[in-house]
């Protein structure tokens, strides 16, 4: 069947999902039309030219169904011709989206989402779309399938974030120990907690240093055990530096710039590609310089930490080469290093120049 009789194979519960991924995309709202022709589980049956009413009422209906899960969909009028229903924009706003700030979940709830989190993930994508994505991969495509499907991800909170959060709110000195890159052992540090950043992805908790008598930012995920929170008060002058050690944190991106190769089609280029500042053409050579290697892609990334950048390209493997600087290079060569060193203590590991040449 085709046209306006034609009825959709897309299950109910995409279609919705993917009408409120079309409305929380476009602040600026779209029309019935522009939903209707681009949605997925609309556009396979709409036909401009022929207009339907049963998808016009299924569009009715799924948007009443999202008002009943509480989800706001907002109506935007037509300036310049109101009460005209076809240029009518519909959008969702993120903001009224978020959890409330009172909003808490028990261990056993945060589990259960988790469950749910990864059988979604696991069913985002059906059979034939699963057995379509290993021919591609057979075939040499070059295509990753964790980069197909749609799946929400859960992750684990940082352990300092309460206790820090609470010291913020009641003006409290804290204690915790901190492990430094490349040290070791951590040490202890006694700071008036001002606020938390997150930035790059990562929680960060902008203080004052009381031993040292200066600003300090500390990266929430190299606090070692429990926050100590303290009796006594801090002076409440010092949250005037908050202000200005964010803006310094922010601009350590424009000191810790790297230049990286990066294979095409790979997961490393989905994700460094988001937010590279530029992307060039690295010609047909594999970024390691093998015969089973494909094109390659030349970034230029930034980051606030090199030893944070360092832990994250080394995830990507083979997928990524360090070009500049030569420190992070460095970095990325030490811990492969330090990987190979700790499957295989028994063999002489190569050396360090070796594998930085690649």
Not at 176 to 186: K, L, M, T, V
Not at 275 to 293: F, I, L, M, P, T
Request: proline share 5%; hydrophobic share 40%; aromatic share 4%.
């Amino acid at each position: 069947m085709a046209g306006s009789a034609a009825r959709s194979s897309v299950p109910g519960e995409q279609r919705v999902f993917s009408l409120v991924l079309a409305l929380v995309a476009s602040p600026e709202g779209l029309t019935k039309r522009q939903l209707l022709s681009s949605v997925y589980g609309y556009s396979d049956r709409y036909d401009p030219a022929r207009p339907s009413v049963a998808i016009e009422r299924q569009f009715e209906r799924d948007k009443d169904q999202l008002r009943a899960l509480g989800i706001p969909v907002d109506t935007i009028d037509s300036p310049l011709e109101p009460g005209n229903n076809q240029l009518t924009r519909y959008r969702i706003s993120k903001e009224r989206l978020q959890f409330p700030d009172d909003l808490r979940f028990s261990e056993r709830e945060l589990m259960l989402l988790r469950v749910a989190a990864l059988a979604w993930s696991e069913g985002s994508l059906n059979a034939e779309s699963r057995r379509a994505a290993m021919k591609l991969e057979a075939l040499g495509a070059g295509l990753d399938v964790q980069q197909l499907g749609v799946a929400p991800r859960l992750g684990t909170a940082e352990p300092a974030a309460g206790p820090l959060q609470r010291a913020i709110d009641d003006g409290r000195i804290v204690r915790f120990d901190y492990i430094n890159p490349g040290r070791s052992a951590p040490l202890e540090r006694r700071v008036a907690p001002l606020g938390l950043h997150r930035a790059d992805g990562r929680w960060h908790l902008i203080a004052w240093d009381l031993e040292r008598d200066a600003g300090r930012v500390y990266l929430l995920s190299r606090i070692d055990g429990a926050v100590r929170i303290g009796s006594e008060a801090y002076a409440p002058g010092l949250r005037e530096h908050a202000d200005r050690l964010v803006a310094e944190l922010l601009d350590q991106r424009e000191r810790h710039v790297a230049t990286v190769s990066v294979r095409r089609g790979s997961v490393a280029e989905a994700r460094l590609g988001a937010r590279a500042r530029n992307v060039e053409a690295a010609g047909a050579a594999s970024v390691d310089g093998s015969a089973h290697g494909g094109a390659s892609v030349e970034m230029t990334i930034d980051a606030l930490d090199p030893h944070v950048l360092a832990d994250e390209l080394v995830a990507f493997g083979p997928d990524v080469v360090v070009r500049a600087p030569a420190s992070l290079r460095d970095l990325v060569v030490g811990r492969i290093c330090a990987v190979a060193g700790a499957h295989d203590a028994g063999r002489t590991l190569p050396d360090a120049q070796e594998v930085s040449r690649g």
